[in-house]
């Protein structure tokens, strides 16, 4: 067997692999003995069909199935023997398979086109220079935030007169001529005026009193999916609704925050963690402040990623890659499909092989403890969020491990800490300028970024 490799440029190359009769004859010769060991035929003991009998039953299959055995290990051997960083998955080229002919061929020679990884030279040092955002936590978020929760553990009251947070009780009545339409949709609902899109439509809503009403174009006020279920119908069906309703208010209910007491603070934090407003408030910078620290080290990394990439700019090998994507795909997918997110495709692979270079340059590793503590801590995390007690140490431990026997999860949670990991390299290496900005500001720059 010969293996022979052809550089088309720096980024493709072309495999062939050469298989004599000679390479194949013995192991096809055992495989049809052990078929006819086993093969029984009408007016044949079993064991004793005659060979050829077998060979023209299946001859040619066994021929097939040992020669793509041949080849799958000869190329992926030869390419770790040669240590090759192929992307994707080799390619073997239609036209050699369309050419066989496998009743009468001995000798036989198969193509297969191989996409190269581009050598990657970057790496982040301390000449490098990042900003990293202090999102500052203000007093007004921190109300806002107490007041958000005081209304979730609040009580559900009618009211007198609609305000811009209430839900409204009523009926919805198709009008025709500025009367209710005779067997016109006709619907209960409740209307919660915050889902209503613009201010100058919540604005008709607001100062209600019971038995008061209000005409409209629903589907001009609102996404899809509430028109659906205020007027009762199909969310496909709101497209084609042209027609104006009038909504009767039949209840207000308002709800009104809870008291903040040591009832509201036990609720929520357990028993005597909190006495006062202003623990409450400490607790809740605490919080928001760990929670923007993740968003800033997201923003931190998406500059050094973009950073990065900029001065590796990785060539790929465009025509290949979109070739195998189509292959690669479970779904049929077309060239236009590919042609829309291929962009954003390379630029993820492009990254992929900038974190592995960096990764192993840095011997940045996760060992599977390390994996199980994380793991654990994440399952503590969603007990938590769902307001449960932690599991002993046992079965936190027996729950991390099983969470990490799912590969996608496994793969995910392996990322996440490769993604810390590298985090950490970046501010213990690179010069890092801390600065200070408000949430509103953070927010509108994010949003001049993306």
Do not use: C
């Amino acid at each position: 067997m010969e293996v022979v490799k052809k550089d088309i440029d720096k980024l493709n190359a072309e495999i062939t692999i050469k298989i004599e009769e000679a390479d194949y004859k013995n192991k096809v010769e055992d495989a049809l003995k052990n078929y006819r060991k086993q093969v029984t035929m009408p007016g044949f003991r079993k064991g004793h069909v005659p060979m050829g009998m077998v060979k023209k039953m299946v001859g040619t299959n066994l021929l097939v199935d040992e020669i793509n055995r041949m080849l799958s290990d000869k190329l992926y051997n030869y390419i770790g023997e040669e240590k090759l960083d192929v992307l994707g998955n080799p390619l073997p080229k239609q036209e050699d398979a369309d050419k066989i002919d496998w009743d009468n061929q001995k000798d036989f020679s198969f193509t297969y086109e191989v996409g190269l990884a581009p050598e990657v030279k970057v790496d982040i040092t301390e000449k490098d220079k990042f900003e990293k955002h202090i999102i500052k936590v203000s007093d007004k978020m921190i109300e806002e935030q107490i007041t958000e929760i005081a209304k979730q553990y609040g009580k559900m009251v009618d009211a007198e007169k609609s305000e811009k947070e209430d839900m409204l009780y009523g009926k919805f009545e198709e009008l025709e001529g500025g009367k209710v339409k005779e067997e016109g949709i006709s619907n209960s609902a409740v209307l919660n005026i915050r889902t209503i899109n613009k201010d100058k439509d919540q604005k008709q809503f607001i100062g209600l009193k019971v038995g008061d009403s209000v005409e409209m174009k629903p589907q001009d006020i609102a996404d899809a999916n509430y028109v659906a279920s205020w007027l009762g119908i199909d969310e496909q069906y709101i497209a084609d609704q042209k027609s104006t309703f009038r909504f009767t208010v039949e209840k207000i209910n308002r709800m009104e925050p809870a008291e903040l007491n040591q009832e509201f603070f036990d609720k929520i934090y357990g028993k005597d963690v909190v006495k006062s407003k202003e623990e409450m408030a400490a607790k809740i910078r605490e919080e928001m402040e760990k929670s923007l620290e993740q968003t800033s080290d997201q923003f931190f990394e998406r500059d050094v990623q973009d950073y990065l990439l900029g001065k590796a700019k990785l060539d790929l090998p465009d025509a290949f890659m979109k070739k195998w994507l189509k292959t690669a795909n479970e779904k049929p997918i077309t060239d236009e499909q590919i042609e829309e997110e291929y962009d954003q495709y390379a630029q993820g692979l492009r990254w992929q092989l900038i974190e592995n270079k960096l990764i192993k340059d840095h011997e940045i590793k996760v060992e599977q403890p390390e994996a199980v503590e994380y793991t654990k801590g994440l399952i503590a995390q969603q007990l938590a969020g769902m307001g449960q007690g932690l599991m002993d140490d046992e079965a936190m431990e027996d729950t991390a491990k099983r969470v990490l026997g799912n590969q996608e999860e496994a793969q995910r949670i392996y990322q996440e800490i490769y993604s810390k990991k590298l985090r950490a390299f970046y501010k213990e290496t690179a010069k890092i300028k801390e600065k200070e900005i408000s949430y509103d500001d953070f927010v509108k720059l994010a949003e001049k970024r993306s």
